[in-house]
């Protein structure tokens, strides 16, 4: 790494593990083998185009997408032995597009979001040390890539835009109590598969669990991300929290990141800083029947994580926020079934002129 930095430690709300958004299958060998397959419809009341402004899955106005058809193997670890398993995901269909890693190209519909091995070193508290090696989805963050796992059907500008989806290096995590876990994390990069540069990077977290209703994590991130640079780290915290509220749960997520002057920033003379914050809200309706609420907000001050991506025009400044309500229908065995209305708000005229657009959308995923 280039220059000194202090790494920082960040917050955030669950275990860092990969979600499993279905009721898997046992196959030989104690393999578990699950997925889920989706499509959906989103329209825009200001849409540039064809093209919803700001939005990754759901960046197509007035289309019906083919948005994934996931298939996962999961072969557990025991704690308790000195064992070894896997996790691995496959991806096709329009979501892949926008969420593939730089190095690694199976076509512009195809992607590995995940595949990695995990080796246990037994310990006298039997929780074991996991070293973990390959892609691995990122430590940052509620929301994941994938869909059915999510609060809401659309995912937040946190997701979208000041966290990465993946990394590909090595893991080492330990769960020490029920209380307390923690990982630290080395990678290529953010996103990419093959490393852009001569350095790389590190993550790291550690899980506070007060009480069975509450969650609480701290995470920090260093490391230059930008081709051909390895002098300008990007570096940053985030904190999340979890709490349980009978049918109620609440999550609050705040993240502030600064990147070091370079060529690829909108101006490349000074160094880039954002913050955001985010707040979840979901409420069990009936046993089928469940409402989930998001707010966002986005401070990009100097225009790095938001000039020029997913439609918005080259800045060098932008406040960004939304409101987002979704019901989650399951009253079709195996099936989720979620209606969605979103409302953003940009600090410049990025809608086809205007600084707001709403947005209805509706998705069917099957799990398996």
Known sequence: MARAHVVFLFLVIAPATTPSPTSAQQAPGGVKIGGFAEASYTGSSNAEGNVVVGRLYDRLHDQFMLNALVLWLDKPHDPATRSAGFHAEVL????????????????????????????????????????????????MGLEVIETTANPNW??????????????????????????????????????????????????????????ANTSIALLGFLGPEQGGDASAARSGVEVLAWRKFGKAALWLQGDVGTEEANAALPDPSQDAQWWAVGAWLTYDLSATVGLAVRADVLNDEHGARTSGAFGFPANTGHDLSSLTGTLNVRTWPGALVRPEVRYDHSSLPAFAGEESQITIALSVAYLF
């Open 154 to 211: 659309s995912e937040g500008n946190q997701f979208v835009y000041v966290e990465n989806f993946t990394g590909l290096g090595v893991s080492l995590e330990t769960k020490f109590s029920d209380k307390l876990d923690a990982q630290i994390r080395l990678i290529n990069g953010w996103d990419a598969v093959a490393d852009n540069n001569r350095a790389k990077s590190l993550m790291a977290r550690v899980g506070l669990y007060p009480d």
């Open 92 to 139: 096709f269909g329009q979501n892949a597009a926008v969420i593939k890693s730089g190095g690694l190209d199976l076509g512009n519909h195809g992607d590995i979001p995940h595949l990695y091995v995990t080796l246990n070193l037994p310990t006298k508290s039997g929780n074991g040390v996991q070293l973990k090696m390959g892609r691995i989805p990122t430590l």
